[in-house]
């Protein structure tokens, strides 16, 4: 898999006097200038002290401004980033800050950074900087025979211990990890490939793995994942993970991943402007991955158990068809009416596989309906669930780590409109409306009683354009909500 060099992270205490080609810094609107800031306008002459009097210099959030440094044995170059208001800075805030500030100087080759910006947090949030130092410095163009990047080869932090470091770094590989793996063509990642490559990850960081072919899925009774898989020649595959970092025994928490590795739409198939980024349709799979990875490197104490359904949605002669029914392995049966409502499919058979393991919550991620991007665009995510207390949990995790999720209702008025003529459910709703709601409410049929929440992330999980903290593409979305939820969980 193509990736840009990892840089190293140390820890520095001495900002102004490190030989740096870039220091970066930070300015907020309600404060005086920090002691680096404050340093270095001694150490050039007062050059930002005239900018700020001659109202050249914003503090506002997202701005920047790079000036020459001190030179000698200090900084070559000083990034003066805005933080906007200090009373405003959370978590949030020194991930998306860090990570501005990092894609601003990605076009230009610095060999050595410090990151002075954790004067400003809280040290519970140092390794949220270290985080959006790594997901600035990854993108999208993982296949360009010139770099559009140049990853630094040391990156100093000021203020931050050694742990906050080092678990910045977890965070920030897993986040990219899975946005490498959604950014990869359909031609490189597709279910076989995707299960290979976890199983070397889980080697490499000590998870468990299992991964059923296609004889496996079919002894399994898995009829659901072979018929959405049965049009193409790339068999599906369904991969589980183990994080075995509670007590032997203990019951895990479930957390699965729609794994459509590309989707053409089936024989319900969608027009070329629909499928261009449908090798993003593997997102929550990649989620659960990234989120695995990141459990094991910290060494969380609670037992989870990842599961990823993959498959391809092709066109052949052996698709599955419109009027199709399928009996699950449930034995619950699904009519088939609108090929391209797949991803439901799919998750039918991988949500009964995970409740077979008795979870004592479960969460799915999917890129599921265009619908939940009608409801709540595109950087926010769709939460239905079948226990309030669990949505709460998830809730709060997604709410401290800055990423925006919106609870959607479940009435019970909803489930007549999945329900099917000449089978138990139908794969689709009733025309147009609540689209995002009735493919939930498909998917609770195969949940049990077993706290859920499924988590649609069609909207933020791919973005089309690039943002000043992030790159188009692939954005890792919900990695860091996890974590945080399994974390909270294994501290409860």
């Known amino acids: 898999m193509p990736q840009l060099p990892c840089p190293r992270f140390v820890v520095t205490e001495n900002a102004i006097g490190e030989t740096c080609d870039v220091l970066i810094v930070g300015l907020c609107d309600d404060a005086p200038l920090s002691a680096t800031v404050a340093a270095v306008d001694q ?30 044995d200090g900084p070559m170059l000083v990034l003066l980033m805005g933080l906007g208001e200090k009373s405003k800075l959370d978590r ?40 959006g ?11 360009r025979t010139k770099p559009s990047t140049y990853v630094p080869q040391t990156i100093a932090i000021t203020g931050a211990s050694k742990t906050a470091i080092d678990r910045g770094v977890v965070i920030g590989d897993s986040v990219n ?29 000590g998870l468990g793995c299992e991964v059923w072919d296609e004889t496996r899925l079919a002894e399994e009774n898995c009829r659901a994942i072979l018929a959405v898989g049965g049009g193409s020649d790339k068999p599906p595959r369904l991969v589980i993970l183990r994080h075995n970092g509670g007590a032997e025994g203990e019951p895990p928490i479930a957390i ?47 037992n989870v158990i990842g599961l990823c359904g993959l ?33 439901r499919v799919v998750l039918s058979d991988t949500l009964d596989v995970a409740i077979q393991q008795q979870p004592t919550a479960m969460v799915d991620l999917a890129t599921l309906t265009g619908a939940c991007m009608v409801a709540l665009g595109n950087e926010v995510a769709g939460l239905m669930t079948n226990n309030q207390s669990a949505c709460d949990a998830v809730e709060g995790a997604a709410h401290a780590e800055g990423e925006p999720v919106w609870q959607l209702p479940m009435f019970e008025l909803y489930d007549e409109k999945v329900k099917s003529k000449v089978a138990d459910i139908k794969n689709i709703g009733e025309g147009r409306w609540g689209g995002a709601i009735t493919a939930a409410k498909f ?27 992030r790159d188009a593409g692939a954005t890792g979305v919900m990695v860091r909500t996890l974590v945080r939820w399994v974390e909270n969980q294994a501290e409860a």
């Open 43 to 72: 150490a050039t002459g007062g050059v930002i002290s005239r900018l700020k009097d001659q109202g050249k210099l914003s503090s506002e959030s997202g701005e920047s401004m790079l000036i020459p440094g001190p030179g000698g």
């Open 92 to 131: 949030e805030a020194a991930f998306t800050s860090t990570s501005t500030a990092v894609r601003s100087l990605v076009s230009k080759p610095h060999e050595t950074w410090v990151i002075a910006l954790p004067e400003w947090f809280d040290a519970a949030d140092h390794d949220a900087i270290v985080a």
């Open 133 to 143: 130092a790594l997901y600035g410095l990854e993108g999208q163009s993982i296949y």
């Open 177 to 205: 990890l899975a946005r490498r793996l959604v950014n990869e063509p359909a031609s490189v990642i597709y279910p076989a490939s995707f299960a290979e490559r976890a199983e070397a990850l889980a080697t490499e960081v």
């Open 256 to 302: 699965v991943g729609k794994g459509v590795t590309f989707d053409s739409g089936g024989l319900s198939i969608k027009p070329s402007d629909g499928m261009v980024d449908m090798k993003c349709d593997m997102g929550g799979a990649a989620t659960v991955i990234g989120t695995m990875h990141a459990l094991a490197k910290l060494g969380v104490k609670k």
């Open 311 to 343: 498959a391809e949605n092709m066109v052949s002669g052996s698709s599955y068809k419109l009027g199709d029914v399928i009996v699950t392995r449930s034995g619950k049966t699904i009519e088939i009416l609108n090929t391209d409502a797949e991803g």
């Open 443 to 469: 998917l609770e049929n195969f949940v049990g009683d077993v706290p859920w929440v499924h988590i649609d992330i069609a909207g933020p999980a791919f973005a089309d354009s690039p943002k000043p903290h």
